[in-house]
């Protein structure tokens, strides 16, 4: 479950809007790059 900016600046010690997207871009990013590392996992263990 995603939170929404303002949920997070609620609950962390973010002290302005900025920080808070810099931050949901970053964890975005590293979720994409996830699911881009599990794709190849999955399409490795097929041709194996």
Known sequence: ???TTKEIMSI???QNMQDVE???AKVRKEMLA???RQRLEDQN???S
Request: proline share 0%; glycine share 6%.
């Open 34 to 36: 996830e699911g881009v």
């Open 45 to 47: 263990e097929d041709q």
């Open 22 to 24: 810099t931050y949901v």
């Open 1 to 3: 479950m995603l939170c």
């Open 12 to 14: 962390s010690n973010h």
